[in-house]
């Protein structure tokens, strides 16, 4: 029997919390040196890591990725915490998927969140492959316009798919949909991947399709392969011999480098550090997301997201302060400061 949407989704954030296999806990940005300046030339307290993103201001580059939304009391709590603790510490925050708002209105509290987090840019997430199972750009508009959001990103998992017993895997004729999509919607379409990451031909590809967004959710931490495997467990589920395929999240970066002026790159997928924030940035990342590190403190309080936004805040700035670059503008894209 198919499991229902919200079903899958309680499934999905009970093995995300409790599985370490979830995890692949790869560290890939660990290989990255930096140049540490023992002579750094300027002031703690005058460095600013604030930037702009859909038009809004952020303290630092954070986005919380696209995780979770539902009919069920839970799950609205935990998109809750961490709407409120995006707008309390100025960064940016995407729900997980909508679709389940499609089928059941009862979702709605789940994602219309708008007002708790009135300062700060708050997306949407679907799955580009819904529109190859009769989702239209309509409803996608309603879905934007019901709950109010800044941009909504596309999300592409054909290896999540694939390991998913229920998976939808007609994965032909999809770009031509997301261009549409990305005409006719009045607000930003973003494209993320859900840990596998994004090659240069797909970039450029979504990039002449009018996408400015691309978040690449590489390989390194969280295993949609490795969740669903566990979910399944049959003999022949491919999930967990895939559990680390995908393309890790620096060497992503570095192969999107050619494309950096064309599209906005959001690095995603094992960011774990302001010090993984900080060596993405310097390979071309304008913006970083973390997903999964951030469910459990939002599955008891905003307070506790809070603490783990403002951790990373710190050991972003510190960065910053020891590689000499007070503001982002000096540390995004800026390879002198790779250790060679
Ligand atoms: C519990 C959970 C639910 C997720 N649900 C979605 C989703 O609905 N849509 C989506 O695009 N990505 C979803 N993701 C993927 C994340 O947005 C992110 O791309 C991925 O987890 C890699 O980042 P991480 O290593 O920081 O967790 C989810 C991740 C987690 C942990």
Redesign the pocket.
Known sequence: MTPTIHARKQE??EI?RHSKD??RRKYYFDAIKLTHRALPEIDYDNINPGTRFLQKPLTFPLLI????GGTGEDLAFINRNLAIAANATGIAFAT??MRILLEDPAALPAFALREIAPDVPFCG?I?AIQMNYGITPDQIAKLADQTKIDAI?L?L?PLQEASQPEGQTRFSNLLPKMEALAKTLPIPVIV????SGISPADAKRIIEAGIQHI?I?GA???S?SRIEYERDRAPDNPGQCFEDWGIPTPDALLHLHPFRKQVRLIA????RTGIDMAKACILGASLC?????L?EPACHTAGAVIEQVQRLRREFTTAMFLLGTPTLNDLIDNHSLLLS
């Open positions: 999905h954030v995300a979830a995890d990725s696209s995780m979770t997980g998927s997430n799955g990103f999300h998992n993320k991947e859900v840990g978040e959710a390194g931490g969280t949609w995603s997928g094992g960011v997301g973390i997903a999964r590190p469910l």
